[in-house]
């Protein structure tokens, strides 16, 4: 059974800097992709960035391109997220999610089988 949990947890300022982790386990994850997503209050939840776990090709959404970076060490089977330059408005909880496949641009939520319980990110104004 595959587990995923976050952490990083933060609240920061508007313009700092935050990272994420997702550790992983229960199964070899070479064939994987691994997501975040996040959810805000009143909102739907929306994919963030995506990467593919043998490769490291990864997949951002428009909104967060050039702000965010996820990466991922193999050798600790974890997923990481570094958020740079926060604004308010990335302020929600954050999913990390993992799909048995390799269709990276494939964003939609309902594509990944597994998920975490979520980590909350607070950026004041």
């Known amino acids: 059974q595959v587990q995923l949990g976050e952490s990083g947890e933060g609240l920061v300022q508007a313009g700092g800097s935050l990272r994420l982790s997702c550790a992983a386990s229960?199964?070899?994850?070479?064939?994987?992709?691994m997501g975040w997503f996040r959810k805000a209050p009143g909102k739907e939840r929306e994919f963030v960035a995506a990467i593919t776990w043998s490769i490291g090709s990864t997949y951002y959404a428009d909104s967060v391109n050039g702000r965010f970076t996820i990466s991922r060490d193999n050798a600790k089977n974890t997923v990481y997220l570094q958020m740079n330059s926060l604004k308010p408005e990335d302020t929600a909880v954050y999913y990390c999610a993992a799909k048995s496949n390799r269709a990276l641009r494939n964003s939609a939520g309902t594509t990944y089988d597994y998920w975490g319980q979520g980590t909350q990110v607070t950026v004041s104004s």
């Open positions: 229960g199964r070899a994850f070479s064939t994987y992709t």
